[in-house]
């Protein structure tokens, strides 16, 4: 059921009006509607290009296992962890220089075409070579798509959007990963491999309604030039304990996709349906933060979220609970989809127009240098704690956090306006 007040943007708006202040909204204050055929377009995108991701997500390990044992499944996974990070640190200087449409276009390209060299126990080296290669075009996609939705997205709703954004960005997650998986061993491999490159070309489909078709584009003028490099945007505004407290958030995020399953006392049934009230309750919890935090701040959801993310894992000293492990897997969810989407706005409200590609690569980034250090990290102990402890503890990367969290709350940085 859609809300009422989602409706059509006037696109006059995108370019004229500065980024929302954390604050509450006035009482009365007129709200602007919130979506647009562009927008649509943006969020067709990213939910294409993460179905094709995750249709081969598990696959592709399979395949290179096949023909090279565990060591190729890790590797092939390595790599294109690796593909999508060097694409994300990319993504800002090759924005600067190509526009919106053309990187959207060569992350849809990449993504979907090297697919078709796939096969089951086919050489190593082409399964990883092609890892890589869907890699940089998925950390192109992600990057791309999260920039427009900001740019696309009324100010002073850009938290409720972002949160649809995570909606969208989730739902892939929930179907096409087992989807991959189940197709892989009930049909044909070109069923997967057809789908998979199917999915990945959709954006190129939605390119004539996006903004942004070249460099100088009209976000980049209205925010007065270049943006400011990866690293140095984030020394400046503000950008630097957003990251750190999103990177604790997502360490621990990764290593329950990794190890859940794999923990002994929890049972595949009870690690199925706590990775999946997981992964529900952060989809749930990150719109409902997008639209309290444009009401009440965004600074101040980054204390509860860590609250209740620790809180989760903490629950897991009682592995062998059913119980625990279902309920500290739904307030994980909860507290890490909170500060996704809490943090993701005010990294994107600091930045001018212009950086709004930059933001969203350091968010990317966040992310998936938490997501594969946590388990690495994770995988160095576990062997003297056990897996209780050991899940326990991770929820000290996010206590370690909250000081900042509190920092940012008692003094936030004020969000650049546009001129």
């Known amino acids: ?21 954390d604050t509450p909204q006035p009482a009365g204050e007129r709200r602007r509607r ?6 649509a377009g943006v969020f067709g995108s990213e939910f294409a290009a993460l179905t094709s991701f995750y249709l081969l ?14 060591v190729g499944a890790g590797l092939v996974t390595a790599v294109l962890l690796l593909g999508t990070v060097t694409a994300e640190l990319a993504a800002p200087l090759l924005l600067t220089r190509f526009g919106h449409r053309t990187l959207l276009a060569a992350g849809s390209l990449l993504m979907g075409v090297p697919v078709l060299a796939l096969l ?11 890892s890589f290669v869907r890699g940089v075009g998925f950390g192109l ?23 649809l954004f995570g909606v969208v960005a989730t739902a892939p997650g929930i179907i096409a990963l087992p989807a991959g998986v189940w197709l892989a061993g009930h049909s ?8 998979t490159a199917i999915t990945a070309l959709v ?10 078709g070249g460099p100088g584009h009209r976000s980049a003028q209205a925010g007065g030039g270049r943006p400011a490099g990866l690293l140095a945007s984030l020394r400046q505004r503000g950008q630097l304990r957003p990251f750190l407290i999103f990177a604790a958030t997502t360490m621990p995020a990764g290593v329950i996709v990794s190890f859940l399953p794999l923990a002994a006392g929890v049972s595949g049934n009870v690690a199925t349906v706590g990775l999946l009230a997981q992964a529900l309750t952060a989809t749930l919890s990150r719109w409902w933060a997008g639209r309290s935090g444009d009401r009440h701040g965004h600074t101040s959801l980054l204390v509860p979220a860590l609250a209740i993310a620790s809180a989760g894992m903490i629950t897991m000293l009682w592995l062998s609970s059913p119980a625990a492990v279902i309920i500290g897997m739904c307030l ?3 507290g890490f989809g909170i500060a996704q989407n809490a943090t993701f706005t005010l990294m994107i409200d600091r930045m001018p127009p212009a950086g709004t590609g930059t933001a969203s690569a350091l968010w990317n980034l966040a992310y998936d240098g938490g997501y594969g250090a946590g388990p690495a990290l994770f995988g160095l102990f576990v062997t003297h704690t056990g897996f209780p402890v050991a899940f326990a503890l991770t929820a000290a990367l996010m206590v370690a956090a909250l000081p900042a969290a509190r920092r940012e709350h008692a003094a936030p940085v004020t969000p650049v306006a546009a001129p």
């Open 1 to 21: 059921m859609v809300n009422s007040d989602f409706t059509v943007t006037d696109m006059s708006t995108l370019t004229t009006a500065g980024p929302r202040q």
């Open 34 to 39: 919130l979506a647009s055929g562009p927008l």
């Open 57 to 70: 997500l598990s696959v592709t390990p399979m395949y290179a296992a096949a023909g090279a044992g565990s």
């Open 120 to 130: 089951p126990g086919g050489p190593l080296g082409i399964i990883v070579a092609v």
């Open 141 to 163: 996609c992600t990057v791309l798509t999260g920039a427009l939705t900001a740019m696309l997205l009324p100010p002073e709703r850009r938290g409720e959007g972002l949160g």
């Open 188 to 195: 044909s491999v070109t069923v997967v491999v057809a789908l």
């Open 203 to 212: 954006p190129l489909a939605t390119l004539p309604r996006l903004p942004g």
């Open 332 to 334: 994980f969810g909860t």
